[in-house]
């Protein structure tokens, strides 16, 4: 799922059900760490983050990851 679906599933399961226990920014700032956290793993454990850091700047490597994981 994308980035861009997950917000949006979000949005929508909140206009639905009102009564949830946590708000849409919590959910919204949970998607938002799990996709900086898989980013980060990503970089280090995929790509021997310095050799990739060396190689490409972060903006690319964003989209490298975003591609790879179909985000």
Same mark, same amino acid.
């Given at each position: 799922?994308?980035?861009?679906? @997950? *917000? =949006?599933?979000?949005? $929508?399961? *909140? &206009?639905?059900? #009102?009564?949830?226990? @946590?708000?849409? &920014?919590?959910? *919204?700032? #949970?998607? +938002?760490?799990?996709?900086?956290i !898989?980013? +980060?793993?990503w970089? $280090? $454990?995929?790509? /021997? !983050? @310095?050799?990739? &850091? =060396?190689?490409? /700047? $972060?903006?690319? &490597?964003?989209?490298?990851? @975003? #591609?790879?994981?179909?985000?």
């Amino acid at each position: 799922m994308t980035l861009k679906e @997950k *917000f =949006e599933t979000t949005m $929508v399961s *909140f &206009l639905i059900d #009102k009564n949830q226990d @946590k708000t849409m &920014l919590d959910h *919204f700032d #949970k998607i +938002a760490d799990e996709f900086a956290i !898989g980013f +980060a793993e990503w970089i $280090v $454990v995929a790509y /021997n !983050g @310095k050799r990739m &850091l =060396e190689t490409y /700047n $972060v903006a690319e &490597l964003l989209e490298i990851y @975003k #591609k790879e994981k179909q985000l």
